[in-house]
């Protein structure tokens, strides 16, 4: 019986080195899938890791850069008798130019007197029936964007003016007086000036 009891504990003792064994493995198979994990998610974030062509591709494609932010310069408010020969008629009007390049914003500051006054004869030449609806307003925005490219030294394309050339010449033809047609002049898609906006549009 003292025998028995005395060859008892061995078996305790097994049991417990198998249990350590066994939880020394899965902490070394957790800290394995643990590892894994984190070296297959510096994978993807890291742009110079190897397999990261997707990523790459993405940022050339998008041409769009964040940080560049246009550049707004206000002029002092437009205040124009309109063109109406019924009544005396006039416009003030507030006009932002948007600009892409902010060092043009100083360009524009030294040519200001001319701008003010293309821009200024580019309304006085509207009745304001013309300026009422959006459409006018639409149209006298592009002509003033177009006024001050050409007083930075850019060609525009002046649609109002070969309009107005191909009505003479629509009535030369009528009167059987052949005119000379001016050639249309090509039309720069890169301009300093890439939109106006109304800060204030009142007509009395």
Do not use: W
């Not at 206000?74 to 009544?87: C, G, H, I, Q, Y």
């Not at 200024?120 to 300026?131: G, K, V």
């Not at 030294?153 to 003016?161: N, S, Y």
């Amino acid at each position: 019986m003292s025998t028995a009891a005395a060859e008892a504990p061995p078996p305790a003792k097994g049991k417990k080195k198998l249990i350590i064994i066994i939880a020394v493995a899965v902490l070394v198979l957790a800290a394995g899938g643990v590892g894994a994990m984190l070296l297959l998610k510096k994978k993807a974030v890291d742009p110079d890791a190897e397999g990261d062509e997707p990523v790459a591709t993405a940022k050339a494609a998008s041409n769009h850069d964040p940080k560049a932010v246009p550049a707004f310069v206000p002029l002092e408010a437009f205040t124009v008798n309109l063109a109406d020969r019924n009544a005396e008629r006039f416009a003030q009007i507030g006009i932002t130019l948007e600009i892409e390049d902010a060092h043009m914003a100083e360009q524009i500051k030294n040519y200001m007197p001319a701008i003010r006054n293309n821009i200024l004869m580019a309304i006085a030449d509207r009745t304001a029936a013309e300026l009422m609806d959006r459409e006018g307003k639409a149209k006298l925005a592009e002509r003033v964007r177009k006024e001050t490219c050409k007083v930075l030294g850019f060609e525009v394309e002046d649609e109002e003016a070969d309009a107005e050339t191909d009505k003479a010449d629509g009535e030369d033809k009528a009167d059987k007086k052949p005119k000379k047609k001016k050639k249309k002049k090509a039309a720069h898609a890169e301009l300093p000036v890439k939109a106006v906006h109304f800060s204030n549009f009142i007509i009395q």
